[in-house]
């Protein structure tokens, strides 16, 4: 089974109680996303492979960590995962973007892709998949089965704020994906909402309603 981490950094904690209030509008919420994001690239970056150069200091010559070069993708689910992309490219600039868009088939209220773009060398990369909100599930399990159909060997999902709903599915589905959580909230509504949660992720990222 993979791993499910939930950030409990001060930070983290207190930038995601700002973005859950209804009160706190477009730009604001979308540059707290922007900066939540980057945190959590930080911790899930941590075993990153270094390996030993030799530089010279203005006093001496002396070895010194390097990152490998590790080739990695950041995937955002559409819409909502664009808000969280920048965010990990500040400290991951050379990762490629690919992006995964689905819907959900009204018959079945199963998510279907009807957009995937990703790098050509899937193979070689380690995968980030982004979306602000894990609710049901649906939608991570199917992003992350887009992507191992298409090679991809390692991925790791990310999210804002999940449902102990969506990580269970997402567990069961895919047990070889870590998954990192800014927190992990109560439960879901009758309306597939997180609560407390923070309402509708992607109309608050982008003003739309
Ligand atoms: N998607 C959202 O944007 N918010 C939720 O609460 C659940 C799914």
Redesign the pocket.
């Known amino acids: 089974m993979g791993k499910v981490f939930v950030f409990d950094h001060p930070l983290i904690q207190h930038k995601l109680t700002y973005i859950r209030q209804k009160d706190t509008g477009t730009k604001e919420f979308r540059e707290l996303v922007d900066e939540i994001a980057t945190l959590m690239a930080f911790e899930v970056t941590r075993d990153l492979p270094l390996t030993e150069i030799e530089i010279e200091t203005p006093i001496c010559k002396t070895k010194a960590k390097v990152l490998t070069g590790k080739k990695l993708g950041v995937v955002p689910i559409l819409r909502?995962g664009m808000g969280m992309v920048d965010g990990v490219l500040k400290l991951i600039p050379n990762a490629r973007v690919g992006h995964i868009g689905l819907y959900r088939d009204p018959e079945t209220l199963k998510p279907v892709e009807y957009y995937v773009k990703l790098p050509t060398d899937i193979e070689e990369r380690d995968f980030i998949v982004v979306d602000?909100?894990l609710?049901t599930g649906g939608s991570a399990v199917e992003a992350i089965h887009a992507l191992k159909k298409r090679g991809a060997k390692h991925i790791i999902f990310m999210c804002l704020?999940a449902a102990p709903e969506g990580v269970k599915a997402l567990e069961e589905a895919h047990p070889d994906v870590d998954i990192y959580i800014a927190a992990l909230d109560e439960k879901l509504n009758e309306k597939?909402?997180?609560v407390p949660?923070?309402?509708?992720?992607?109309d608050r990222l982008f003003g739309t309603k």
């Open positions: 909502a602000p909100m609710a704020i597939g909402y997180i949660g923070l309402g509708d992720a992607g």
